[in-house]
């Protein structure tokens, strides 16, 4: 029985780096390719970064290479503000249908792609319905360039999904994301002194935590989801309220007409807000996440828990200021902890590290094998033993208890 | 080992939406919908209550054909160019009933556009007219929703009309109701049309001022904000017998002929008992 081999996109980005740590150590993970334009953020152990083009051009050769089964991409750019717009729209729409390619045709050994899209998908207008179940479409054609790609990258994942019959597609739409490692547009506005609205209107507002996008994605790469899930944290949120829970003042500096040129002139001053979000701040909106939940997804905040962690992470900011430099990728480092045979023990970044417990089931397995095979049982006790003990030197003597129940 | 076999499916699957439907969270004032407790008890204790008891002095009638559990679509005629009667109608079920229960009032999506009053309506329970917002109300929530399926038809319409009920639109309400199997429970307001009638449209000022549209009343535009004032015309608010739309057979909604004639008999009732009121009250003022 061989495991999952998972390719994941956008491992850069944060949702990237937090699903591929989350796969390394769930032990049905055979294979982790990470890719992405930019190097990882964040410290990995298995997972192999290979940098690629922002267009993912020459994906469908790792997809080949690799027999990668399992592909998830993370890479979509869902704030304007994170680059501009033909960079966005090079890699949300080049690079999602360059992606697509390399996961369809007749011999591809994709059976999954989990798509990580966003609410942008459903717009904001005035004659939205109160939340949005994952069947509705919008009202009304794409207003911001952003929105327009996010629909054109998901119509170009149903077209797929609808060749590509036997391959599973999930497309997850999440909410506004929040939480203390991520930077956001949103965040941005949430960490002013005050936070900026449009007088007279206060919309409802929806959040997603952090560690449930990371959370959501996994979900996603190890079940099975077919079709379009909404990821939002339960509970929706007034503006006024979210403000009182980060304990600051609603700040109604953008007037409910002329509002973009208000909006402009606030750009001018320093505070970005980017269209798609100056649409929420006038009509908000929320997400029906229960699709999501009777697939067996238990959220681990609300929208509110969501908030006030943030606003946590505010009050602390300034207390918890850097202890130590974050990680930093440098390839020859990896690659020397990777393969390098002088590198020992602990110190060694080991492929399928077992536990214990993995180890006694292991060894149950074997035990449960037809008389025919114990012949086998002998070498391969050994083998998994001596992987373990350059592995986890310490826990050597964990290691000895389960052997002798192996070879009877 | 879990993770590479697909076929196990997770343990708490279920396909039934309302075990799904957030929890509560007792430390917040505001709903999921957007009510503020805070503000729509204030508004409850000091204007409805003074238009309740002392303005219109409403009376009511048949309130325990408002059901104490489960949802209820309550269908009602409406007037007045400033409408009063959805808030009489909350009122009187805070008041009278035995078990008094919050009612959502759906509201135009174009009161959404609008500055503060947007802000307004929503805080004060009014939900905007989304089928997919009136079904998750009242089959998911269960709750009391207020339709007025005149619409907009009946706000505008001008004095001489009174208590004429307009068409009752392509009788959207009962197919919700129906969808959801909660009953119809049918309302005839007497008042509300004296309170602020429309004597004429202005339909020029209403494009100058980007209104829904421009009346001419007793007090406005000539007193300017006062014109926001209501008549102390005498209230009366009737809840008919409740219509079950659970008994109607499979899928009811398909059948738009069926939809149409529930939707016709609900008009019809309501327009009796206008009928019957309003032949009853010897004065517009006193009752």
Redesign the interface.
Known sequence: MSGKRVLVTGLSSYWGGRLAQALERDPGVDVIVGVSPQDPTCELTRTEYVRVGTQHALLERIVRAAAIDTVIDTRMIVDSAAATPKAAHENNVVGTMNILAACGGPESPVRKVVFKSSAHYYGCERDDPAYFTEAMRRPHPPRTLLEKDIVEAERAVRAFAERNGDVTVTVLRFANGLGPDIATSHMALLSLPAIPSILGFDPRYQFIHEDDIAGVLEHAALDELPGAYNAAGDGVLALSEIASLLGKPLAPVLPPWGTGIAASALRRAGIRIPPELLQQLRYGRALDNRKLKAAGYAFRATSRETVQAFAEHLRTRGLRARDGEGYQYEREVEEFLRWSPAVRGDDRLRLGRLSRDQLAELARALESLPEARPVRLAPRGTESGSTLRTGSPSSSGGAADPEPAADP | ????Q??L???????D?R?????I?P??T?T???R?ERLEGLIDRTLYSFLYHYWFRCEVEGIENVPATGGALLVSNHAGALPPDASMITKAIQEEHPRPRKLHLTVE??F????????FV??IGG??A?P??VH?LLHDEQQLVLVFPEGAKATEKLYKDRYKLRRFGRGGFVEAAMRAGVPIVPIAVVGAEEAMPTFAQVGLLKRLTGLIYFPITPLFPHLGLLGAAYLPAKFKLRFLEPVRTDRMGAEPWEDKGLVQDVAGDIRARIQDELVDMVGRRRSVWFG
């Open positions: 080992m879990t993770a590479s697909p076929a499916p997770p343990a708490t699957r279920s396909d939406p075990a799904h439907l957030p929890a969270e430390e917040r505001i999921d919908w957007g503020s999506h174009f959404k556009g609008y500055p503060f009053f947007s802000m929503t805080k939900v905007p989304h997919a917002n998750r």
